[in-house]
């Protein structure tokens, strides 16, 4: 499976086990004969479901029943995406030191007088890190959007004559990429997703320190997010540091579920 499918096979999975913990949730809350549909009949959470879809989740509710402990983090989850999400939180000034950064713009994120407001995108193993400078310290930044790298869809395939329609630095068209977010938990993409009428992700940012995995991706919509750039020379900069950074990534957690799903199929009956 090339790293398309893989990421497409991950989006899945994501989406079946957030599902499966609201489940989870639903049964520790409810009577049991409350949650459970009459012999027959489909549960509606699964009906319509694509044949992927419904395979994770009949092995995910194995897992539930046969785990002795009710855990709601996903599988393959590193370190390196709690200690990122932690550090990096919207609104809150971090020391970046001389962290490279490529300079662009999200189309509806705007300054108070209107005006368009200019970010920086940086490099990172984790995580989605879109911030401005900070004005009051030196060498630090203030995030504006991070959100988990494994959540990201990457568009455009690297085109190099992707273009965003509109207005940016006096021009006609720019140098773009594209991307689509699952489950946004950074209070600016949330507002995207209210003006684009888009329904609202439930949950918010980790801030008390709770483990990532606790709010993954969801069945509500994505929201989408253009970079605009300068110039190309920028555009593919930042190109290769996301894909780069994501292919890697959704490698490892590739295998990391692959295996976890493999053990759950082994010791079921």
């Not at 004005?135 to 085109?159: C, F, S």
Request: charge should be neutral; include cysteine; aromatic fraction near 6%.
């Amino acid at each position: 499976m090339d790293i398309q499918g893989q990421c497409a096979w991950l989006q899945d999975f994501q989406q079946q086990w957030h599902a499966s913990a609201q489940d989870l949730s639903m049964l520790s809350e409810k009577p049991r004969s409350d949650s459970l549909t009459e012999p027959g009949s489909t549960p509606d959470a699964a009906s319509g479901l694509p044949y992927r879809a419904r395979c994770f989740r009949l092995l995910l509710a194995l897992h539930r029943l046969m785990s002795s402990k009710s855990s709601l983090e996903m599988p393959g989850l590193e370190e390196g995406e709690r200690d990122e999400l932690l550090r990096y939180q919207p609104g809150v000034g971090v020391l970046v030191g001389k962290m490279n950064r490529v300079k662009c713009s999200v189309p509806g994120l705007m300054l108070e007088d209107g005006r368009e407001e200019h970010l920086y995108l940086m490099p990172s193993g984790h995580t989605l890190l879109l911030a401005r400078p900070d004005t009051v310290k030196a060498l630090n930044a203030e995030p504006v959007i991070a959100e988990p790298l494994r959540l990201v869809v990457l568009h455009n395939g690297g085109d190099e004559n992707a273009k965003a329609s509109g207005s940016f630095w006096g021009n006609a068209e720019a140098p773009s990429l594209r991307l689509q977010v699952f489950a946004p938990r950074s209070p600016a993409l949330r507002m995207l997703a209210g003006l684009r009428g888009a329904k609202q992700p439930s949950g918010g940012y980790p801030r008390d320190g709770l483990a990532s995995g606790t709010l993954t991706a969801s069945t509500e919509d994505p929201v989408e997010v253009v970079l605009v750039f300068p110039d190309d020379k920028r555009k593919n900069i930042a190109w290769k540091l996301l894909s780069q950074a994501h292919a890697q990534l959704m490698h490892r957690l590739f295998n990391s579920v692959l295996s976890f799903l493999s053990a759950v199929r082994t010791k079921s009956p």
